[in-house]
């Protein structure tokens, strides 16, 4: 039975309270819980948003941890497992949502074991805003269409493949045995490469419903700056991520069909055209998938 928790919520220029308070209000009423909350500060450089987040320390069980700025994500998040001081961890990103009000004890109380990780899952929520957010948001629209993808049951199905750490519930000495890998200097695919160690290292994954909502949504062309920052991280890392990659598969049949150099010539053509209109009010998701392949296919 899980009687101690470590909950801990990586930060940097993010306003960490509307997630702590929720958490704190669950966890407070949780009999024989021993718990804290960690906001976790990878070196902000906002002063008026740190002071806010050292705020929070006026919860009871609330520790605001300010470090250095590290040279990647996976570090930081080693770093952030590293500070907590109970036997079971919670990682749960500040920008994200709790749905269900019993949130921590769907974890508490899920079918695991130390040495064994869960993974809640994601969903989206627009709120009031939703139809036009599907409209004219591409991050909104990209994460809808995904969202089936992210049932209980389909992350059963592929349980290392689905794995992503926006979220997720584990024994502290999975880290220890698994941790980040530091070669990932940018942007994305630090989850994805955790998964498959995690598989490699034989550590059960298991997925539930549980998942937290992603409710702001950056621009279309922030957005795709991120985009193109996870797809030359990927492409960095190809071979070892082949069987985890859908967008790895695709371009591997577009290769085999000898199409990739047709895709790359298109791209160099039309690619900043193509760009203009998905940073533009009504971007296609198709368009999307297309601008992703040649984008990836362009690197080399």
Not at 26 to 34: P, S, V
Not at 221 to 227: F, G, I, M, P, V
Request: hydrophobic share 40%; with cysteine; glycine share 6%.
């Amino acid at each position: 039975m899980v009687t101690e928790l470590s909950i801990l919520i990586p930060i940097f220029n993010d306003d960490a309270s509307r997630l702590v308070d929720a958490v704190y209000r669950q966890a407070q009423a949780i009999e024989g819980l021993r718990y804290e909350i960690v906001v976790f500060d990878d070196g902000s450089t906002d002063e008026a948003m740190i002071a806010l987040n050292r705020s929070l320390e006026r919860y009871s069980c609330c520790r605001y941890v300010r470090a250095e700025h590290s040279k990647c994500r996976a570090a930081m998040r080693n770093k952030m497992s590293s500070v907590g001081r109970y036997e079971w961890h919670l990682m749960i990103d500040a920008r994200l949502t709790l749905v269900y009000d019993d949130f921590l004890k769907r974890y508490i109380n899920s079918d695991v074991l130390p040495g064994e990780v869960v993974c809640g899952g994601v969903c989206v929520c627009g709120g009031a805003d939703e139809a036009t957010l599907y409209c004219q948001n591409l991050r909104f629209r990209y994460e809808k269409y995904e969202e089936t993808t992210h049932s209980t049951a389909e992350r059963t199905r592929n349980p290392y493949n689905a794995f992503r750490t926006t979220n997720f519930f584990y024994h502290r000495t999975v880290l220890q045995r698994v941790a980040y890998d530091e070669r990932i200097i940018g942007y994305g695919y630090e989850d994805v490469m955790l998964g498959k160690c995690l598989q490699r290292a034989g550590v059960r994954v298991l997925h539930i419903d549980n998942p937290v909502a992603y409710t702001s949504f950056e621009s279309n062309a922030r957005y795709l700056e991120k985009l193109e920052e996870a797809l030359c991280t990927l492409h960095e890392f190809a071979p070892e991520l082949i069987d985890y990659s859908p967008l790895l598969r695709a371009i591997h049949k577009l290769n085999s069909c000898c199409l990739l150099w047709a895709l790359r010539c298109l791209h160099k053509l039309f690619g900043t055209s193509v760009r203009k209109l998905l940073s533009g009010s009504h971007p296609k998701l198709f368009i999307l998938k297309i601008y992703k392949l040649g984008y990836y296919a362009s690197l080399g």
